[in-house]
């Protein structure tokens, strides 16, 4: 299984909404991220989690909350985002963080 | 300052014949490359990777090239098919990026039949 795995893969949320993005691999990799991108852009890294402990935040505004609830999960809570927020939001999960990492489909979030 | 640079932004090439994507990078520090290929709406797929130690890494139709005195690697795809159209990045790490992967900007690769 080389699959890392993401819903929901659309999501559409007002600006006082509360959601969740979810991410799960079986890879046994221990290194999990977020990361958004936005349309011909490269994918922006927001937070790292290494052995489900928050190792990088890349300043990212506290309407984002990740969470790491064991060692195949990862979460990104969502509150009161804006509409610039909209963007593709991606997970991917590494053995080590060096090395290959391999991405989700992502989510398509549009915030309205 | 970009780290990592695609300054092609697309790439048109004929089908069956090679297609070379070009990156360069600024910091000699990095001790891994990677690229990555992106279809719309969908996440990265890794494709292949070069570790600085070695110059040339081969997997099937793709290989990729490292200069390191150029600070520049390539990714040569042989032969090109149609469904290699699609938004390939270039991506580098090392100690001073804490390992995390800095990318190009990308390169849009169109096959044409």
């Known amino acids: 299984d080389t699959e890392v795995t993401q819903t929901p893969k659309h999501l559409v949320m007002g600006m006082t909404n509360k959601k969740s993005l979810k991410c799960e691999q079986h890879?046994?990799?221990?290194?999990m991220y977020w990361y958004k991108q936005k349309a011909k852009k490269p994918p922006e890294l927001m937070f790292v989690?290494?052995?489900?402990?928050?190792?990088i935040n890349e300043s990212v505004p506290s309407r984002f909350s990740p969470e790491c609830p064991n060692s195949s999960l990862l979460n990104l809570h969502l509150h009161a985002l804006q509409p610039e927020d909209s963007a593709l939001y991606l997970c991917?999960?590494?053995?080590?963080?060096?090395?290959?990492?391999?991405f989700g489909q992502g989510t398509r979030l549009t915030v309205v | 300052d970009q780290q990592v640079k695609q300054n092609s932004p697309s790439l048109s090439v004929q089908e069956g014949r090679i297609s070379i994507l070009n990156c360069d990078y600024t910091n000699s520090m990095f001790d891994y490359f990677l690229w990555y290929k992106k279809y719309p709406a969908e996440g990265p797929t890794f494709l292949i990777s070069?570790?600085?130690i070695k110059d040339k890494n081969e997997d099937g139709r793709f290989t990729v090239f490292l200069n390191k005195s150029a600070k520049h690697l390539s990714l040569h795809i042989v032969p090109s098919q149609p469904g290699d159209s699609a938004v390939y990045f270039c991506?580098?790490?090392?100690?001073?990026?804490?390992?995390?992967?800095?990318w190009g900007a990308g390169t849009k690769l169109i096959i044409k039949p």
């Open positions: 890879m046994g990799h221990r290194a």
């Open positions: 989690y290494s052995y489900e402990k928050l190792s």
């Open positions: 070069i570790s600085s």
């Open positions: 991917a999960s590494s053995a080590l963080t060096a090395g290959e990492a391999f």
């Open positions: 991506a580098a790490s090392g100690l001073d990026s804490n390992y995390q992967l800095i």
